[in-house]
């Protein structure tokens, strides 16, 4: 059957500099576009520049969200950001979707940070593994972190609750 | 430098007068996923889910598959994004969540979408924000769920 809807997302995260990164994202559907660029500094983390533009707006519903996405300088990328960005960028006067999308593209920064720690645990404490719907002949996924590696990691407080795999350990 | 990138591909389709289904991929350097739906339209219920966790990080990830289908039977209305990002984000797997609110959301949306091209094809010059209000009454459901803007 031929597809009479699409939605297409893509975040990036780019190193501008050590301990400064550039967030964008770009969600495309038949209706709605808008890129989200967020600028965010280490060591706290938190938003330096933010953009947020709307590319198309079939309904004409969309509001300038420039007076918006100024308020999310400060911000930081952190516990209590969800409620945070709901409150500056969502609600009546705002964008709920874009609000939606700003949180997103942070979490996209939280998994980036989390990306060589799960690589080294998958270095150190790898096993071979082959999920059932995987194959039968291409596996896709061969190697995942041991038990014991998982509960240790759970002890760290960016990965502790950070989804169920980390979950009551 | 890239440091992290993730992809998010959903589409939808019409399968006659009453049902609609959509399947999304969700791709970046830790995870790979797909999802399937079906919802009966217009009741909003989701029929059915099915899932395939591609590559992920540890063991338990994978035994998440068996919270996605508590999905079946949930409609599509304000309270589901919760329902999901809860049940199924929290029991199951959060990226998979992700990606079922998307697949979720851009199938009501297709429904508007759909009905406004139609529209606008009798009426070019359509009054859009009445349009909407019009969906809005047909669909109350989807009121506070559609995230127009």
């Known amino acids: 059957m031929i597809l009479d809807f699409q939605m297409n997302n893509l975040t990036t995260v780019e190193a501008l500099e050590k301990g400064l990164w550039r967030i964008t994202q770009r969600s495309d559907d038949n209706l709605f576009s808008i890129e989200v660029t967020l600028d965010v500094k280490g060591p706290a983390l938190d938003i330096r520049r933010a953009v947020l533009d709307v590319k198309r707006d079939v309904l004409g519903l969309a509001s300038d969200l420039t007076p918006l996405s100024e308020k999310l300088v400060g911000v930081r990328v952190g516990p209590g950001m969800t409620k945070i960005v709901r409150g500056v960028i969502g609600g009546p006067d705002g964008s709920n979707r874009a609000a939606e999308l700003v949180l997103e593209a942070m979490e996209m920064l939280v998994n980036s940070i989390t990306v060589p720690e799960l690589r080294k645990a998958a270095a150190m404490a790898g096993v071979p593994y082959r999920a059932e719907d995987d194959g039968p002949k291409v596996f896709v996924n061969d190697v995942v972190i041991e038990d014991d590696m998982v509960r240790k990691m759970a002890g760290n407080p960016r990965l502790k609750d950070s989804c169920a795999a980390f979950r009551d350990l | ?149």
């Open chain 2, 1 to 149: 430098m890239l440091e992290y990138s993730r992809c998010k591909s959903v589409g939808v389709q019409r399968q006659g007068e009453d049902r609609r289904v959509v399947s999304g991929v969700l791709e970046d350097e830790l995870y790979a996923m797909a999802c399937e739906i079906s919802v009966d339209w217009p009741s909003l219920t989701i029929e059915s889910v099915q899932t395939r966790m591609k590559r992920f990080t540890t063991g338990r990830c994978p035994r998440a598959k068996d919270v996605f289908t508590r999905a079946e039977g949930w409609k599509i209305d304000s309270e589901l994004d919760g329902k999901i990002k809860k049940e199924i984000g929290r029991y199951g797997c959060r990226h998979m969540a992700i990606l079922m609110v998307d697949c979720c959301r851009a199938l009501a949306r297709a429904e508007l979408a759909r009905e406004l091209k139609a529209a606008l094809e009798n009426t070019p010059d359509l009054d859009r924000r009445s349009f909407v209000e019009d969906f809005h009454q047909r669909y109350p459901d989807l009121r506070g769920y559609l995230q127009l803007r």
